[in-house]
């Protein structure tokens, strides 16, 4: 059995998804945005207490434009000739404050739990544990944006900025590690290891312009034949989850 050593791969691990983190994040075109962003995408879209409307919006230099949309064969077209509906000047936006979106959509997303805490079991106390392990999330998600024209550079040129509020509820199936020695077991197995467990369960995921958490409830079992002593099998455990988006 090759050995290895768990502090090694927890770091690299880590380091390997910040990395993802850092590519996944640095789009700034609205052509290329992430979810916390705005992109040429249909939105509900409402101004002020108006009536609320699909329309899709499409980025001109230093204007966005917001067309009429309609459905045709199961997709959102714009009607032939429809001029936009709303023009937003980035650098005068007129009106950027009235206006409210929101986006529905599912979420894919990998994801990790670093921090699981576990509730006692027989004499074992309740632990927080940060363990290795990686997940598939599939969610149905919530994205809200608000533009918002009033912030101004140094030199009184105004800035286009967009409030995003996100909320994702869902499920998620992965894989990691555990331990399991005879504490765990009660006194069944005399090794101490790093077990396979196969972990499932249910998220909420939160965003906050670029800041992203979840809230995890999950449930792991040992994949090993120790699977029948280990006091962790099949327990609920509660987590905080981080990820990155792959829709």
């Not at 880590?14 to 992109?39: E, F, H, R």
């Not at 790093?194 to 995890?216: D, M, R, Y």
Request: hydrophobic letters at 40%.
């Amino acid at each position: 059995m090759m050995a290895f050593t768990k502090k090694n791969h927890c770091s690299a691990f880590y380091q390997t998804l910040a990395g993802v983190l850092l590519v996944g994040t640095s789009c700034s075109s609205i052509k290329n945005s992430p979810k916390y962003g705005l992109g040429e995408e249909v939105y509900l879209s409402k101004i002020d207490e108006g009536n609320s409307q699909q329309l899709y919006l499409e980025e001109q230099g230093e204007v966005l434009e917001f067309y009429e949309v309609e459905r045709k064969d199961g997709k959102w077209v714009v009607p032939d000739g429809k001029s936009p509906l709303l023009v937003i000047d980035k650098t005068n936006p007129e009106f950027a404050n009235q206006l409210h979106l929101t986006k529905k959509s599912f979420d894919l997303d990998l994801i990790t739990i670093p921090i699981k805490y576990r509730p006692a079991q027989s004499v074992v106390p309740s632990q927080i544990n940060s363990v290795l392990n990686a997940a598939a999330y599939l969610g149905y998600r919530l994205d809200y944006y608000q533009l918002d024209g009033s912030a101004t550079s140094p030199l009184g040129k105004v800035n286009l900025t967009t409030d995003h509020f996100g909320v994702s509820f869902g499920g998620f199936l992965g894989i990691g590690n555990s331990d399991v020695n005879e504490f765990l077991t009660a006194g069944i197995v005399p090794i101490d290891y790093q077990g396979i467990v196969l972990s499932k369960g249910i998220a909420a995921i939160f965003a906050v312009n670029k800041f992203t958490l979840g809230l995890a409830i999950g449930w792991d079992n040992l994949l090993d034949s120790n699977r029948s002593f280990w006091i962790y099998q099949n327990k609920p455990w509660l987590g905080l989850t981080i990820g990155i988006n792959l829709n």
